[in-house]
């Protein structure tokens, strides 16, 4: 069966009525594609048909089965179209698994590869490690008998350091012990000795310094009878031309009685006069001592004011307070000194 031919789109033709009337519109040209790719693959029946002898027929007659063609015509192309996606799909799903399956083979071979030469590359780096270790772990183990050695040195003279520790300690308890009784010793030594400070220098050449301070000591504290002594010298240093400021004498009495005596007479006195110059008599006390009990001067000098108060400076550095009925004895100057500063009234800094 052939398509009839069908005026232009847009051309007219008169009616009876002579108005111009519109022609119906054939169909398009997507429709008339598909129609020339349906009539290649019609089937041998429908071609059988369209070879049957023509009839003429109306115009609405060819329209209707223009239209039954076209119905089959789509029917079968949408047929055709369905089994076409479905291999096409078919085909695409095919096609990319072998994609895939020549992708992963190569991946598998490249990663494969890669394994091999990254395991060849790390038991290589494996053996240099090993031969670099190999002087490290010996000097280690050189190191670690070493430290061994060391641990045992330094327990051992930890042991030794505390243990002369100890005997430091000890010995220097010992020392000080010494040291106070050598300093009690020379006390002991010159506990009868004198020193008479502020005589003029050269007084004593024509008698002898014994004889001239037995009887300077005999006039002045006027004792009955002159003293017994043994040496009597000068300080050994040299002499100066400083009139005020003479050497003193340092004398030792023979006789207790007679040093005590002596002692008492000279505090009772009070003010001591040789040819019109004041002059002192003190005990002969060591360095130690006398540097110990010279602390105790501004102590001395604030109870000194303070009335109905009595003090004493005991050998070798101890002051003894008498006040208000009540004994104190202190062996710190510090200690002393806050007394006194309280007991004088006197403002502390």
């Not at 100890?166 to 050598?182: F, H, Y």
């Not at 009955?224 to 004498?249: E, F, M, N, S, Y």
């Not at 009595?310 to 307070?321: D, E, I, N, Q």
Request: charged share 35%; glycine share 4%; aromatic share 6%.
């Amino acid at each position: 069966m052939s398509l009839q031919h069908t005026p232009p789109r847009g051309a007219t033709k008169k009616s009876g009525k002579g108005r111009p009337q519109m022609e119906e519109e054939g169909p398009t040209e997507a429709s008339a594609s598909v129609t020339v790719m349906a009539q290649e693959e019609l089937p041998k029946k429908v071609m059988a048909q369209e070879e049957l002898p023509k009839k003429p027929k109306g115009r609405k007659s060819e329209m209707d089965d223009l239209r039954i063609f076209l119905a089959a015509e789509l029917k079968i192309f949408g047929e055709k179209l369905d089994t076409f996606k479905v291999d096409l799909k078919a085909e695409i799903h095919a096609t990319v698994e072998q994609m895939f399956e020549n992708w992963k083979r190569t991946r598998e071979e490249e990663v494969k590869n890669q394994m091999e030469a990254v395991e060849t590359r790390l038991v290589s780096l494996e053996t240099k490690v090993q031969t670099e270790m190999d002087p490290i772990r010996h000097e280690l183990n050189q190191h670690r008998i070493a430290i061994t050695e060391l641990e045992k040195c330094a327990a051992t003279s930890a042991e030794t350091v505390s243990q002369l520790l100890i005997e430091n300690q000890r010995l220097t308890s010992m020392v000080s012990k010494l040291n106070d009784k050598c300093i009690d010793l020379e006390g002991r030594q010159r506990r009868k000795n004198l020193r008479i400070v502020g005589v003029k220098e050269g007084s004593e050449r024509e008698m002898g310094t014994r004889d001239f301070v037995a009887d300077l000591l005999h006039k002045v504290l006027k004792l009955d009878h002159k003293p017994l002594l043994g040496r009597a010298h000068r300080a050994q240093r040299r002499r100066t031309q400083d009139v005020a400021h003479p050497r003193q004498i340092i004398v030792k009495v023979l006789q207790d009685h007679e040093f005590d005596e002596i002692m008492k007479k000279s505090v009772r006195s009070g003010q001591l006069l040789f040819e019109g110059v004041r002059f002192s008599i003190y005990r002969d006390y060591s360095t130690e001592v006398f540097k110990k009990r010279m602390l105790f001067n501004e102590t001395k000098r604030i109870l000194k004011s303070v009335p109905d108060l009595k003090y004493s400076l005991l050998y070798p550095a101890r002051l003894r307070v008498t006040y208000n009925s009540n004994v104190f004895f202190f062996t710190e100057h510090e200690k002393a000194l806050e007394y006194a500063k309280v007991v004088g009234n006197v403002p502390t800094d």
